[in-house]
């Protein structure tokens, strides 16, 4: 087998790896880049591989930095098959129209107010083209094998958020394994990633190689940064990753005011993808911790707004609440309106619950910045911003070392991709020092020989 890092190497976003066996291609995720403007140009460049002669594409999870480019191959020419898990593929049901929809809503947005450099400015893909990809997905159940030419595989379930696998791939008798993003063991929501059994190739992301959680409580932590925002008067704005991330947020407001640990008041999910994950998340209990009914009440804490207008509405609203909106990195969506709306005031809070690419506004903010620029204009920063990383969906370095050290036997080699290049390396070291495999960090289009 063959194996080229065509993403995730270097950066943790854009991930994409390309398995070739005979005369066989397969990509294991087919990811967006994110962050600094240096990796989103990739976006614009057609992905580094001949299109018309990749047999299939396997998804880890739905997550848009391991799925979001699908729909740019398929305009490109791709028709083969999308396998993923039925989680990930009812998710990307949701968030590839979504994403279609919302790149067109930026471009017209920046072509009215004129600030985008390019002229006219231009979406990546549309609507019409993650309709046209979402045509080319074939559900796989987890744990049952599937051909694909030379080359065979079979998804684990990863923890992480719903859906989400870890993908064996075999050739000739061989493995090579691809964790995907890997969950926590003490998720509040999600399952513990399944072991890694005897691969005699890994590929481990990185994403907190570097960092371990904080040992906080959650829902006490949480409760203070809300009673701190009432008393102020103020809007506590959570910019969420839409698949995962509300819905946790979702059952700490919820627990919160269960226990009486704050005070209620009312929470609202501004996000049209987050309504819809919400609903998905509600009708697949068997890829959760909740129960059936305790699931309902998590989900019936919240008000969902949908349209436009409702979302306006919400934007100039001024009374003490919970507003939980889109992108999780405040890199696009309706949340932009609420930050441009709420970070000038001091009584106001932004908390930002996971990790913020470089790059990004949520790096920017959580960095200290005093002023952030939205919709070609800067808006200087008042509000309190915090992160907290107790919500995270990742697995932290220990939990990576952890599972990595239950590999059955040695892999030949571990590939330590996914992660910023502080973090990788971290990882990759303590993967040598401490469980005694050998490790690297891969390059950006690097090629490995898998050879026994």
Not at 140 to 161: K, N, Q, S, T, Y
Not at 211 to 218: F, I
Not at 269 to 277: E, G, I, K, L, Y
Not at 362 to 381: D, F, M
């Amino acid at each position: 087998m063959r194996l080229t890092f065509l993403g995730a190497a270097g950066t943790v976003t854009g991930s994409k790896y390309l398995v070739e066996a005979g005369d066989t291609q397969l990509l294991i995720d087919c990811g967006l880049y994110q962050g600094v403007k240096s990796l989103r140009l990739r976006n614009r460049k057609q992905i580094p591989l001949d299109i018309g002669a990749l047999d299939a594409v396997v998804l880890s999870h739905a997550h848009i930095d391991h799925s979001g480019y699908t729909p740019a191959i398929v305009r490109d020419g791709f028709r083969g098959p999308v396998h993923a898990s039925q989680g990930t593929t009812d998710l990307c049901r949701v968030l590839f129209p979504d994403a279609g929809r919302l790149q067109e809503e930026d471009a017209r947005y920046a072509n009215k107010k004129g600030f985008s450099k390019h002229h006219p400015a231009l979406a990546l893909y549309d609507e019409a083209d993650a309709v046209r990809a979402l045509e080319r997905f074939e559900p796989v159940a987890f744990g049952a094998w599937r051909e694909v030419g030379d080359l065979r595989f079979r998804l684990r379930p990863a923890g992480h958020i719903l859906g989400a696998s870890s993908v064996e791939v075999e050739h000739a008798g061989h493995s090579i394994l691809f964790s995907g993003d890997l969950g926590r063991d003490d998720d509040l929501l999600m399952h513990a990633p399944d072991p890694p059994g005897a691969p005699d190739w890994l590929v481990v992301e990185s994403t907190y190689g570097d960092r371990l959680h904080e040992p906080s409580e959650p829902f006490v932590t949480l409760a203070g940064v809300l009673e701190r925002t009432v008393r102020r008067g103020g809007v506590l704005l959570v910019p969420s990753f839409a698949v995962g991330r509300a819905q946790t947020m979702l059952y700490c407001f919820h627990e919160i005011f269960r226990r009486n640990l704050a005070d209620r008041v009312p929470v609202y999910v501004d996000s049209p993808m987050a309504t819809d994950v919400t609903d998905i998340f509600r009708r697949s209990p068997e890829l959760h911790r909740l129960p059936e009914d305790q699931c309902s009440e998590v989900c019936d804490v919240a008000q969902y707004t949908r349209t436009p207008d409702e979302s306006r509405e919400l934007t100039a609203r001024r009374g003490p609440a919970v507003v939980i909106s889109a992108s999780g990195m405040a890199s696009g969506g309706r949340v932009l309106h609420h930050l441009k709306s709420l970070l000038p005031e001091k009584r106001h809070t932004v908390l930002f619950a996971g990790f913020q690419a470089p790059g990004t506004r949520g790096q920017a903010l959580t960095s200290g910045a005093t002023s952030v620029k939205i919709h070609g204009a800067y808006v200087p920063v008042e509000a309190e911003v915090l992160e907290l990383d107790v919500f995270s969906a990742h697995a932290d370095q220990r939990g990576l070392l952890d599972w990595v050290g239950r590999c059955e036997r040695p892999p030949r080699h571990v590939f330590v991709t996914h992660g910023e290049p502080a973090a990788a390396d971290t990882l990759r070291r303590l993967i040598v020092d401490e469980v005694g495999f050998r490790a690297s960090a891969p390059e950006y289009k690097e090629v490995a020989e898998l050879r026994i």
